[in-house]
């Protein structure tokens, strides 16, 4: 974790502190991919459930470097493209266990996790949330600046 004036810089990697639950996500994608196969004989459903499974489930497997900087936050995971999303899109910080979820709605919706911003965190939960906190306050106008 680096932080300083500028922001907080950090690389998490959920696969690497958790491999049991790595082990488990693993088989549960071949063994999804493999019902697809076994329920409709299709190569083209079949290659669609690897993609769809692939994109859900690569945030835990794949390593990914976080920026939090006065402008927004920065977000990089390989192989997918670079995402900046600005403060003033969130509304909402909720912090659960090692994720922090930044909401574009005050209230819960079940579309947070789609719309939002979900934070994997290292040993840098205090400082990361301290930071987010005030990030969306002052954008949102109900903190002080």
Not at 37 to 61: I, K, M, Q, R, Y
Not at 84 to 99: H, I, P, Q, S, Y
Not at 125 to 139: A, C, F, K, N
Request: net charge positive; aromatic share 10%; with cysteine.
């Amino acid at each position: 974790t680096a932080s300083g004036a500028s922001g907080i810089a950090w690389r998490a990697w959920p696969l690497k502190r958790q491999p049991a639950r790595g082990a488990l996500a693993g088989v549960v994608v071949v063994m999804s991919c493999w019902g697809v196969w076994s329920w409709t004989a299709s190569t083209w459903l079949t290659g669609l459930a690897v993609v769809v499974l692939a994109v859900s489930v690569g945030p835990f497997f794949l390593p990914t470097r976080y920026r939090l900087g006065p402008e927004g936050v920065e977000v990089v995971r390989r192989p997918w493209p670079r995402k900046t999303r600005k403060w003033t899109e969130f509304r909402a910080v909720r912090a659960g266990g090692d994720l922090v979820l930044l909401s574009p709605s005050e209230r819960r919706s079940w579309l947070d996790n789609i719309r939002g911003e979900m934070l994997h965190l290292e040993d840098n939960r205090e400082e990361v949330l301290g930071y987010v906190r005030e990030m969306v306050d002052t954008s949102t106008g109900s903190g002080s600046a």
